[in-house]
């Protein structure tokens, strides 16, 4: 599926209970932007999928609506709202200034375009004068005119979906079913193929119109559908889309009899359930619905698909479990039952926070039987790529290995000096010796634990190939001071940036897009995971070319043109390090609730951080504003006797990293004192920090590290 051309955003959406916001809450999500999942009764499915913010909110028919609705979208920093449900829109076309001064947007057309669409008779009534092909339609007091022997269809003029539709052959019928409902309409039934049109209508009024045939239908909505094209239907479906003035999504119902005639039934303003089709058929739709919901260009362009394929829509069993007491209007999160709560224990320090898509993802790797570099790996480093806005993105199998391919890439190797913090995990200097150069051990900012330009620029010597700064805990590393002079003299810039995936620089550009050689890690525990994974980030399309021949033994041809011939060239040195299809899957899958990942990380951070505040003597490890977080550190004073009372009470605190100038393995490079590096070593004291945890874990914790200071303090 393509995604928006905007950045991630956070959008509401209305009627998440039904199966049109449902479905366009799954597929907001995949593309990356946080959804607010929002809906009037407190069991809606839309509440139990992945990633979303649930939002209980008042019927559109209460006086409070607007209200409520305008202080979830300040409050939850809500940037748009979709209605997924009719019901939603008459308020919310009302309530298009209020949104707007709160900084929300809405893509719809005037109120009386909606009226037309929602009130059946008004929209019999727009088609006949614009001579569009329609039902006839007779409101309850003209019963009488209906002609005999006419089959009838009764249902609510305001309705939805298949709720409140009745078939009858007889006007006397009709009368009655009239009485029994109110505000109700009498239309002629039609008979043949019946379609549905998924349409996006840009503001200048140009419109993609996706066709499908609804094959098989359950309860009003299409269990079984297959596109198709159709000139004729496709030009009255846009008659249909003029005539009403459509803005936005929508999607148009009708019938093609079997002598050919086409007739439209209903435009909805919204979205439809079926819509996945068109997505699978290669249509765009929702990406381009959230440029046009904030002020990009359709791309119609991207709104072309392939005709043929089917989409069969079931029932899909969400959860399993208690029966809790319903939610109240107004809450953030539906309740968790309290005696369902686990506390996470120190074991789940080293346990990747996962989704729920990553199972399914996996299992149709494993169904494929293709296991090595296949197109989900490429769809992967694609993703990356475009997530990072970077031309492209080489996926290896570690984060060990991508700092390896890289410093070959680079053209390090033997004889080469490579200047590294010694305050990073040993893999960093591992990858070095690998490629056959040597390192340099240089000291780190104590406020950052990280690098200095000038502490770079006072180690740099004529050996020097490469410097590797480690964006330690996620935080960037601004060398832009030294960029030009390391330049002048081809000192390549490589960073290591395991712990920063979704970080950004100070400039506001993500890390990996800053022009340096860049190495990620989606090991078990980084911000994002696949398991094991790791990713190079190359400057030029030839250090792609290059990293990809490294990362498979040498080989000049891809997997797919040596697929296609006899034989194959291996040109140069290189390592079987190409990214499992299985881990790929993993990694796409959390990468489509990345949003996700890194507010939770910031928000809990930003806990620990106001938790500690209130604790003398230590000094937290400020990751900075543009950080992903990937550990909360401290600063403590007697760390090995608070390390083991706080091991003790089990709290998984941990040490990232002794120094490793001081390592054995490593000794041969020690070049004097490290006088930062060596104190802090002697005092970092890193707390559990992953997804997993809640408020209650991180005052837990906080308070066991108070009582180990207050322990400490009586016995030095």
Not at 175 to 193: D, K, S, Y
Request: negative net charge; hydrophobic residues 40%.
């Amino acid at each position: 599926m393509h995604s928006s051309d905007d950045p991630a955003r956070r959008i509401l959406v209305t009627g998440v209970g039904a199966n049109p916001g449902f479905g366009l809450t799954r597929s907001l999500t995949r593309l990356g932007h946080t959804v607010v999942a929002a809906d009037a009764h407190p069991l809606a499915p839309g509440f139990l999928l992945p990633a979303v913010i649930p939002q209980v909110i008042p019927l559109a028919s209460d006086p409070q609506y607007s209200d409520v609705m305008e202080r979830v979208c300040r409050d939850l920093t809500v940037e748009a709202v979709v209605a997924g449900i009719e019901h939603d829109l008459v308020p919310l076309v009302a309530m298009r200034p209020r949104l707007k001064a709160a900084g929300v947007r809405v893509w719809l057309p005037d109120a009386e375009s909606v009226q037309a669409c929602i009130d059946k008779a008004a929209f019999h009534a727009v088609l006949t004068a614009n001579d569009i092909p329609c039902p006839r339609t007779w409101l309850p007091e003209q019963i009488d005119e209906i002609p005999d022997g006419t089959e009838l269809v009764v249902k609510p003029a305001r309705g939805h979906g298949a709720q409140g539709v009745h078939f009858v052959n007889r006007r006397e019928h009709a009368r009655v079913l009239c009485e029994l409902a109110p505000a109700a309409v009498v239309q002629e039934r039609l008979h043949g193929r019946e379609f549905t049109a998924d349409c996006l209508v840009d503001r200048d009024g140009t419109a993609s119109v996706i066709l499908r045939r609804r094959d098989l239908v359950k309860a009003g909505l299409a269990a079984v559908s297959t596109t198709f094209d159709d000139t004729v239907v496709r030009d009255l479906v846009v008659r249909t889309l003029h005539a009403v003035r459509a803005r936005g999504v929508c999607n148009v119902q009708g019938f093609v009899s079997a002598d050919g005639a086409v007739a439209i039934t209903e435009l909805n303003m919204r979205i439809a359930g079926g819509f996945p089709l068109a997505e699978a058929a290669g249509a765009d739709l929702v990406g381009q619905m959230v440029n046009g919901l904030f002020g990009r260009p359709v791309d119609h362009g991207r709104l072309t698909y392939k005709t043929g394929r089917v989409l069969t829509n079931y029932v899909e069993t969400l959860a399993v479990g208690d029966a809790d007491e319903p939610e109240h209007v107004g809450h953030s999160r539906p309740a968790v039952p309290s005696g369902g709560l686990v506390r996470p224990d120190a074991g789940r320090n080293a346990s990747p926070y996962l989704y729920g898509a990553e199972t399914a993802a996996v299992g149709r790797v494993l169904r494929s039987g293709q296991y090595g570099h296949t197109h989900v790996t490429e769809e992967f480093e694609q993703r990356v790529a475009h997530f990072l806005d970077v031309p492209d993105a080489v996926a290896v199998t570690s984060g060990t290995a991508a700092l390896h391919t890289a410093l070959l890439t680079a053209g390090v190797g033997p004889g080469d000096e490579v200047i590294v913090p010694s305050f990073t995990f040993c893999a960093t200097i591992q990858a070095i010796l690998a490629a056959g150069a040597t390192p340099r051990f240089v000291d780190i900012d104590p406020a950052t634990l990280c690098t200095t330009d000038t502490l770079v620029m006072e180690a740099v010597t004529d050996s020097t190939a490469a410097i590797v700064p480690v964006l330690f805990g996620g935080r960037a590393v601004d060398l832009s001071t030294a960029r030009e002079a390391l330049q002048e003299r081809e000192i390549a810039i490589i960073e290591d940036a395991a712990h920063a995936f979704g970080s950004r620089a100070p400039d506001g550009r993500r890390v990996g897009a800053t022009g340096a050689l860049t190495c990620f890690s989606f090991g078990p525990i980084k911000n994002l995971t696949c398991g094991q994974g790791g990713m190079v980030i190359p400057r030029t399309p030839q250090e792609a070319d290059r990293a990809r021949r490294i990362r498979l033994l040498g080989v000049v041809q891809s997997q797919n043109e040596r697929a296609a011939t006899t034989t194959y060239q291996v040109d140069g040195f290189g390592l079987r390090y190409q990214l499992s299809g299985i881990n790929a899957a993993i990694g796409l899958a959390q990468l489509d609730h990345f949003t996700t990942t890194a507010d939770e990380r910031r928000r809990l951070w930003r806990t620990y951080r106001d938790a500690l505040a209130a604790l003398d003597g230590i000094t937290l490890i400020d990751v900075g504003e543009d950080a992903v977080p990937h550990l909360c550190q401290v600063l403590v004073p007697d760390r090995e006797q608070v390390f083991a009372a706080m091991r003790g009470q089990g709290i998984g605190v941990g040490v990232h990293y002794p120094p490793n100038h001081l390592q054995p393995a490593f000794a041969a490079w020690h070049r004097g004192t490290l006088p930062v590096t060596e104190r802090v070593a002697g005092q970092i004291l890193s707390l559990p920090f992953h997804q997993h945890l809640t408020d209650g874990d991180i005052e837990h914790a906080v308070s066991a590290l108070a009582t180990a200071l207050d322990a400490s303090r009586g016995t030095s």
